[in-house]
């Protein structure tokens, strides 16, 4: 996915997007707000979204406000296949995910998922995010409790009826089935590499138009896997 043919095939897909002059529709934009809220709810809590690679889902959401930690990893498949190289095969069910822990005192569920679809990946790619194809690559939310899939199962509806993207919403909605991390040298890949060309192309401009579409939710300093041992619950 991130490999030098992945790399061109994403320069051929950004100048096809400017020759043929890409519909407005379809830029990042800041989504409405969610109509239907999370219930109360007190402690870090966990989402667990896939959209794309993962250095890029990991990359945006460290700069969430009220995000505490982002671990890359896999969702979807068995424990004994959550390998990259295995994973890559497109044929364990797994897909790249982030395992997200927030404080619902600062960020709710709802708001999370506004970013999702807001400017962290495309949820009309069907089984694909831009130069990566394949299942790994789906839009999927995996609801940890019944209250996340009410407001996740609301929030597309909500898109849905306002025409928000001019493709229908491809997003699976599906009960969480187990998150694996991913290895080492995938976690802070953004924050590491950030001249990495894959980065600059595909990822960059997620946290950019984080930052320019929805500034109450983007704090500048990015919370780091390498800086966390453990996620205090209070």
Same mark, same amino acid.
């Given at each position: 996915?991130?490999?030098?043919?992945?790399?061109?095939?994403?320069?051929?897909?950004?100048?096809?997007?400017?020759?043929?002059?890409?519909?407005?529709? %379809?830029?990042?934009?800041?989504?409405?707000?969610?109509?239907?809220?999370?219930?109360?709810?007190?402690?870090?809590?966990?989402?667990?979204?896939?959209?794309?690679?993962?250095?890029?889902?990991?990359?945006?959401? %460290?700069?969430?406000?009220?995000?505490?930690?982002?671990?890359?990893?896999?969702?979807?498949?068995?424990?004994?296949?959550?390998?990259?190289?295995? +994973?890559?095969?497109?044929?364990?069910?797994?897909?790249?995910?982030?395992?997200?822990?927030?404080?619902?005192?600062?960020?709710?569920?709802? %708001?999370?998922?506004?970013? /999702?679809?807001?400017?962290?990946?495309?949820?009309?790619?069907?089984? /694909?995010?831009?130069?990566?194809?394949?299942?790994?690559?789906?839009?999927?939310?995996?609801?940890?409790?019944?209250?996340?899939?009410?407001?996740?199962?609301?929030?597309?509806?909500?898109?849905?009826?306002?025409?928000?993207?001019?493709?229908?919403? +491809?997003?699976?909605?599906?009960?969480?089935?187990?998150?694996?991390?991913? %290895?080492?040298?995938?976690?802070?890949?953004?924050?590491?590499?950030?001249?990495?060309?894959?980065?600059?192309?595909?990822?960059?401009?997620?946290?950019?138009?984080?930052?320019?579409?929805?500034?109450?939710?983007?704090?500048?300093?990015?919370?780091?896997?390498?800086?966390?041992?453990?996620?205090?619950?209070?």
């Amino acid at each position: 996915m991130k490999s030098l043919q992945a790399l061109f095939a994403a320069v051929a897909i950004s100048a096809l997007a400017s020759a043929c002059g890409a519909s407005a529709d %379809e830029q990042p934009r800041a989504l409405p707000e969610p109509v239907v809220a999370d219930a109360p709810a007190s402690g870090i809590q966990t989402a667990v979204l896939s959209g794309g690679c993962f250095w890029g889902m990991q990359g945006v959401f %460290e700069h969430v406000k009220g995000v505490k930690r982002v671990l890359a990893g896999y969702a979807g498949g068995a424990a004994m296949a959550a390998h990259y190289e295995i +994973v890559s095969s497109g044929t364990t069910g797994h897909a790249e995910s982030v395992e997200i822990q927030y404080d619902p005192k600062q960020i709710s569920y709802g %708001e999370l998922l506004r970013v /999702y679809f807001s400017v962290a990946h495309d949820p009309t790619e069907l089984n /694909y995010q831009g130069p990566d194809e394949g299942t790994q690559y789906r839009s999927n939310i995996w609801y940890t409790t019944p209250d996340q899939k009410r407001v996740a199962d609301a929030y597309i509806a909500q898109l849905g009826k306002a025409h928000a993207f001019s493709q229908p919403i +491809v997003t699976r909605v599906d009960a969480y089935k187990g998150f694996y991390p991913a %290895e080492d040298y995938h976690q802070d890949f953004l924050i590491k590499n950030p001249d990495y060309p894959y980065i600059v192309i595909n990822d960059q401009p997620k946290i950019a138009n984080l930052k320019r579409l929805l500034p109450a939710d983007y704090v500048a300093t990015p919370v780091r896997v390498s800086e966390i041992t453990a996620v205090k619950v209070e």
